[in-house]
């Protein structure tokens, strides 16, 4: 399974525009709950100097005696809570501000009771803030604390770790969410593609694109199989066109070829003769190029390695450098004719541009088979590799057409012929140099229906 992004993929892109957005909101909300938290710890700690503050108050209101009000307020300032009792006379200039001069005396005030008659205020002394907080005792007594400074309070506590995790694991749930719906979503597009992958118009069936799911994806699909039923019906009158003009000119090919034959001049009769040759050989091309594999050759079971070792042969015999290694015996059914046409396409390409042409056949363990064809030409650029399988593509333009030229047919026909057969072809390059042309032959049981094309 793939779990790199890839944001050429509309799977990806989904997927990307439904986490960005949460991973910025549990980023947000992480930061809002650590402030609240921090701000609930501070607010804690000053409910508690409020708290402190009152019940010191409390005590020296109803103390009864000046040694006891000295014990209390001794105990408060061990506790941290420094008091002092001053005479209201001497807060007369202390008025009272909506703002305590520090953080503490702003919570402190922001947590004060206001449905008390107690006053509690901060303090401004010729106009500087103080750090005083002061109590009215009685009309003649006041209770003058020293703020104490608010602590630093840590932002990771335990309650801040709880709710930071709570939020992991939604957001974790959600980007699993988003995942699964990007890959439910696409999943009828991917596997349409695959279907329009392998439904090429090399093809001959009939079969149709099937897809299934979003209501596009179907619309797609029946937009797509009218543009290929039109596109297989007009190659269809094309081919049929292409195939009757071919035919028909064989017969008047045959009467040139009798008519040049009677010639009384040498030079002229075979100069003829070879341009009739020329014509001839190239209608045969194209016929064989329109229906691929003669359709009267019925599938049998042959053994590959004596059918490769007469081709072979046969190519030893007029010239051309080509061995061949591979197993003693190997049995495998197909059309014996159009796999020898096949091999000896690639073999004469190659033959006209190499030294040493070499076979390979290599049984695979599903029961298919494997011909490697290579050479020690100049091979080809990737560019080429594609072209070289059009119909009617040279590489060198310049090359003559006919005899010793050719046509640009003959891997072509070799591509369909294998197809024909259930297999593929496949072109790669030869260390340290020249061409390599694989077929593969897939095993009876691995092609549809069970039988060849």
């Known amino acids: 399974?793939?779990?790199?992004?890839?944001?050429?993929?509309?799977?990806?892109?989904?997927?990307?525009?439904?986490?960005?957005?949460?991973?910025?909101?549990?980023?947000?909300?992480?930061?809002?709950?650590?402030?609240?938290?921090?701000?609930?710890?501070?607010?804690?700690?000053?409910?508690?100097?409020?708290?402190?503050?009152?019940?010191?108050?409390?005590?020296?209101?109803?103390?009864?005696?000046?040694?006891?009000?000295?014990?209390?307020?001794?105990?408060?300032?061990?506790?941290?809570?420094?008091?002092?009792?001053?005479?209201?006379?001497?807060?007369?200039?202390?008025?009272?501000?909506?703002?305590?001069?520090?953080?503490?005396?702003?919570?402190?005030?922001?947590?004060?009771?206001?449905?008390?008659?107690?006053?509690?205020?901060?303090?401004?002394?010729?106009?500087?803030?103080?750090?005083l907080l002061v109590v009215r005792l009685d009309p003649s007594r006041a209770l003058a604390f020293r703020v104490p400074v608010a602590p630093s309070f840590p932002w990771l506590t335990k309650a801040s770790v709880r709710g930071l995790t709570i939020i992991a694991v939604i957001m974790l749930a959600a980007l699993l969410i988003a995942f699964y719906a990007s890959r439910r979503i696409t999943s009828s597009l991917v596997r349409f593609a695959a279907e329009a992958e392998r439904i090429s118009l090399d093809d001959n069936s009939n079969e149709q694109f099937n897809a299934v799911g979003a209501l596009e994806i179907r619309s797609l699909?029946?937009?797509?199989?009218?543009?290929?039923?039109?596109?297989?019906?007009?190659?269809?009158?094309?081919?049929?066109?292409?195939?009757?003009?071919?035919?028909?000119?064989?017969?008047?090919?045959?009467?040139?070829?009798?008519?040049?034959?009677?010639?009384?001049?040498?030079?002229l009769?075979?100069?003829?003769?070879?341009?009739i040759s020329t014509l001839t050989e190239m209608t045969d091309e194209c016929l064989t190029?329109?229906?691929?594999?003669?359709?009267?050759?019925?599938?049998?079971?042959?053994?590959?390695?004596?059918?490769?070792?007469?081709?072979?042969?046969?190519?030893?015999?007029?010239?051309?450098?080509?061995?061949?290694?591979?197993?003693?015996?190997?049995?495998?059914?197909?059309?014996?004719?159009?796999?020898?046409?096949?091999?000896?396409n690639v073999i004469d390409n190659a033959s006209r541009f190499a030294a040493l042409v070499e076979i390979e056949l290599i049984e695979m363990p599903d029961g298919g088979a494997d011909i490697t064809i290579s050479d020690d030409g100049p091979g080809l650029s990737e560019a080429?590799?594609?072209?070289?399988?059009?119909?009617?593509?040279?590489?060198d333009k310049a090359r003559k057409v006919g005899k010793g030229g050719g046509f640009g047919l003959g891997l072509p026909i070799a591509k369909g012929i294998i197809q024909h057969h259930g297999g593929s072809l496949r072109l790669s390059d030869r260390k340290p140099n020249g061409l390599v042309v694989e077929f593969h032959l897939p095993s009876l049981t691995n092609i549809p229906d069970g039988k060849i094309l």
Request: charged content about 25%; glycine content about 6%.
């Open 269 to 275: 009769r075979q100069s003829m003769l070879a341009d």
């Open 221 to 267: 699909a029946e937009s797509l199989n009218t543009m290929r039923s039109r596109i297989l019906r007009m190659f269809g009158d094309r081919t049929q066109m292409l195939r009757a003009i071919s035919h028909d000119l064989r017969t008047p090919l045959t009467r040139l070829q009798m008519r040049a034959e009677r010639s009384q001049e040498p030079e």
């Open 1 to 131: 399974m793939r779990w790199g992004l890839n944001l050429g993929s509309i799977r990806d892109q989904i997927f990307m525009l439904t986490a960005l957005p949460i991973v910025i909101l549990s980023v947000v909300a992480s930061a809002f709950w650590l402030s609240i938290n921090n701000s609930e710890s501070r607010a804690e700690w000053a409910n508690h100097v409020v708290g402190g503050v009152e019940m010191v108050a409390d005590q020296v209101r109803f103390a009864g005696s000046a040694q006891a009000e000295d014990t209390v307020l001794q105990a408060s300032a061990r506790a941290g809570l420094s008091a002092s009792i001053v005479s209201a006379s001497d807060t007369d200039g202390i008025n009272a501000i909506p703002h305590a001069p520090n953080a503490a005396a702003r919570l402190l005030l922001g947590k004060g009771r206001p449905e008390t008659d107690r006053s509690l205020q901060g303090a401004v002394v010729d106009g500087q803030l103080t750090d």
């Open 289 to 344: 190029f329109l229906n691929k594999v003669p359709v009267e050759e019925t599938p049998r079971k042959v053994d590959l390695t004596s059918l490769l070792q007469t081709v072979v042969a046969d190519f030893s015999d007029v010239g051309v450098a080509v061995t061949f290694k591979g197993p003693r015996r190997l049995a495998y059914t197909c059309r014996p004719q159009s796999l020898i046409r096949a091999v000896s």
């Open 384 to 395: 080429l590799k594609k072209r070289v399988l059009e119909p009617f593509f040279k590489v």
